[in-house]
């Protein structure tokens, strides 16, 4: 059905493409397409914004997680380091405290055999030997053998004979005031070798992990472990604070101070032997 306008419009004789306003139909239509893909094209920027948004939201909580990954990395490595430096000094304290040690026992023994030596003469082991050895178990000098070597065999049957399975003096020898003091330094010489081979062993750093922990745990039974001078607060703290250099240091100026203490120890035997063994 045609429609008929108002003959106030027809009067008006728009052309045809124009609106009564005189608009230009065709041009409105460009601009309400151009305005359709405007919208469309802004709907696409913020949807672009938005995934670049969640990517980087993404890639900064990755970017967390591998951050707190390596900070815990570093964690365990410092952690590790610094058990290696305590384990570090730790044995260093324990090789000192046997240094120390060792070194009681050299003057022990270097002022018993030098008190027997004088009350003995230089054949004082021979004389042990037939005083306290069946004349079977007496041993015999070899054919070249030097008398260095055969008295150092000597010396061992000696040991042996006075000490038991633990290394301490028999009661027959306890009570006895002539081989007491025979049986005091088979007791020193006995401790002194044994602390010096778990001390070959663990300052050794190609020693087996087997012999190791062995002459380690003959540390503790020795009470080396328990007994160290040295104040692990203070070098912890120093390990913490200023490294394994500055703590190491402290280790050495205890030990050359204990070895002092150690020599004055060693000195004062020579009262206890002066009278030397009586025949």
């Not at 290696?84 to 270097?110: K, P, Y």
Request: proline share 4%; glycine share 6%; charged share 35%.
């Amino acid at each position: 059905m045609a429609i008929t306008l108002p003959q106030d419009i027809q009067d008006l004789e728009i052309p045809p493409g124009m609106d009564a306003r005189g608009g230009d139909l065709s041009t409105r239509e460009t601009f309400e397409r151009a305005q359709k893909a405007d919208f469309a094209a802004r709907d696409a920027q913020d949807l672009l914004q938005r995934q670049i948004r969640g990517v980087t939201e993404l890639t900064g909580e990755q970017a967390n997680t591998a951050s707190a990954a390596h900070s815990a990395k570093n964690d365990a490595e410092e952690k590790k380091r610094r058990k290696q430096s305590s384990d570090a000094l730790e044995m260093q304290m324990i090789l000192n405290s046997m240094r120390e040690r060792m070194a009681v026992l050299d003057g022990q023994i270097a002022d018993f055999e030098a008190g027997f030596e004088a009350k003995y003469g230089d054949a004082w082991r021979e004389i042990m030997a037939n005083e306290i050895l069946d004349p079977d178990e007496i041993p015999e000098r070899q054919p070249g053998e030097s008398m260095e070597d055969y008295r150092e065999r000597l010396e061992n049957d000696l040991i042996e004979e006075m000490l038991d399975e633990n290394g301490k003096i028999k009661d027959e020898y306890k009570n006895d005031p002539e081989k007491r003091q025979w049986a005091q330094w088979a007791e020193a010489q006995h401790e002194r070798r044994e602390i010096g081979r778990d001390y070959d062993v663990l300052s050794d750093p190609s020693s087996p992990t087997e012999q190791r922990e062995a002459s380690l745990q003959n540390t503790r039974e020795y009470g080396f472990n328990e007994s160290n001078q040295f104040d692990q607060k203070r070098l912890q703290s120093n390990i913490e604070n200023s490294g394994i250099e500055q703590a190491t240091e402290i280790v050495a100026d205890n030990t050359d101070n204990s070895l002092e203490t150690a020599a004055v120890q060693g000195d004062s035997m020579d009262s206890f032997l002066n009278a030397g063994p009586n025949l």
